[in-house]
């Protein structure tokens, strides 16, 4: 078992999967390309013979059996193939990030102090612009407009 080769913690019985695979995969490979040369012999040696090949069928069954077996082979080195890209990966991917947040960091600091300035800015111009506080009546504790003289409410006179 390779550094690349950790048992799976989903399926217990994912190891003997992966040996079955890993050993049926390759066989069927072989017989499929023992199949496809032997086919393609036969075809090319019997052009200019004026013989029909007679073990061309071979390679017809050649093609079926190499995809089944590159299938099979691939299920059960999957997990190996993975574990090595992504160690390989892994750190270049490690470096982007640290290279873009150290290149950035002076650019995202220059926009959260832009968007602070026009948070600030627009408080700012909404306390200019809100409605003054509203004066309670002192009989009827009705609120009022303080440019009022008298209650809206109950027509008491404001001080």
Not at 45 to 61: E, K, V
Not at 76 to 94: C, E
Request: hydrophobic share 40%.
């Amino acid at each position: 078992m390779s550094k690349y080769d950790a048992p799976s913690p989903i399926d217990p019985q994912g190891e003997n999967v992966k040996q079955v695979l890993r050993f049926v995969g390759p066989v069927i490979l072989g017989i499929g390309a023992i199949m496809m040369i032997v086919g393609g012999v036969d075809f090319f040696s019997a052009i200019g013979t004026g013989q029909p090949p007679s073990r061309f069928w071979c390679f017809f069954l050649a093609i079926p059996a190499l995809g089944l077996g590159f299938g099979l082979s691939m299920g059960g080195f999957m997990g190996r193939l993975l574990r090595y890209q992504v160690s390989q990966v892994a750190p270049v991917q490690k470096d982007y990030v640290h290279y873009m947040t150290r290149e950035t960091a002076p650019d995202v600091e220059t926009a959260a102090e832009a968007l602070g300035a026009g948070l600030a800015r627009g408080l700012e111009r909404g306390r200019e612009h809100s409605a003054p506080a509203l004066v309670p009546c002192p009989t009827c504790h009705a609120e009022n407009d303080p440019s009022a003289h008298f209650c809206n409410q109950c027509g008491a006179a404001i001080e």
